[in-house]
Antibody, heavy 122, light 108 residues
Framework: EVQLVESGGGLVKPGGSLRLSCAAS????????MSWVRQAPGKGLEWIGR??????????DFAAPGKGRFTISRDDSKNTLDLYMNSLKTEDTAVYFC?????????????WGQGTLVTVSS | SYVLTQPPSVSVAPGQTARISCGGN??????VNWYQQRPGQAPLLVIY???DRPSGIPERFSGSNSGNTATLTISRVEAGDEADYYC???????????FGGGTKLTVL
């Protein structure tokens, strides 16, 4: 059974930092491109960024809201994905999901965790 | 950046057909995925690559994509289909994943 389990969410003050983690199981994590997607309360889905597989260079890419403030890393030996968030703003308040990116050739399905809530407030 | 436009809401009676549009510049040139999200749950892929269904998704769900509009069609709508639906593409310029604003499907 595929599982993605996020952790690390919580309350943080504006300007603060937070590290979110995602533990993966049930698929070949090392082959997967992994994304973080967030959803502000009552709002739609917003892609934050991704990290490619090490086979494809292990590079990261970010959408505008996280560029320069967020970092993504992966540990294929532990099947874990991390999102480091710095200089947090109130508008970063959201549920943060980790997800795989569909890759039929490699047999990677589209999987999502249940999300972890980050609240940025003074 | 690439923008996807969805109607905020669509309403349909049980047993009827729901159509949810997703507009984008030359969206017909890229693959479109559709997600269903029920309250408090993670998104669930219901259509990928314009019109393919993942295992376990009913045949009632189908998609089309041409020109500047992609469409998710749900036939014989059931109460359990009530959810938010999001289209998603990869921006061909940046390779970023882009989501539409979402459409709330209400089953009357």
């Amino acid at each position: 059974e595929v599982q993605l389990v996020e952790s690390g969410g919580g309350l943080v003050k504006p300007g603060g930092s937070l590290r979110l983690s995602c533990a993966a199981s049930g698929f070949t994590f090392a082959n997967a491109w992994m994304s973080w997607v967030r959803q502000a309360p009552g709002k739609g889905l917003e892609w934050i960024g991704r990290i490619k597989s090490e086979t494809d260079g292990g590079t990261t890419d970010f959408a505008a809201p996280g560029k320069g403030r967020f970092t993504i890393s992966r540990d294929d030996s532990k099947n874990t994905l991390d999102l480091y968030m710095n200089s947090l703003k109130t508008e970063d308040t959201a549920v943060y999901f980790c997800s795989t990116e569909l890759d039929l050739e490699l047999g990677i399905g589209d999987y999502w965790g249940q999300g972890t809530l980050v609240t940025v407030s003074s | 950046s690439y923008v996807l436009t969805q109607p905020p809401s669509v309403s349909v009676a049980p047993g009827q057909t729901a159509r949810i549009s997703c507009g984008g510049n030359n969206i017909g040139d890229v693959n479109v995925n559709w997600y269903q999200q029920r309250p408090g749950q993670a998104p669930l892929l219901v259509i990928y690559y314009d019109n393919d269904r993942p295992s376990g998704i009913p045949e009632r769900f189908s998609g089309s994509n041409s020109g500047n509009t992609a469409t998710l069609t749900i036939s014989r709508v059931e109460a359990g289909d009530e959810a938010d639906y999001y289209c998603q593409v990869s921006d061909s310029n940046t390779d970023h994943r882009v989501f539409g604003g979402g459409t709330k499907l209400t089953v009357l």
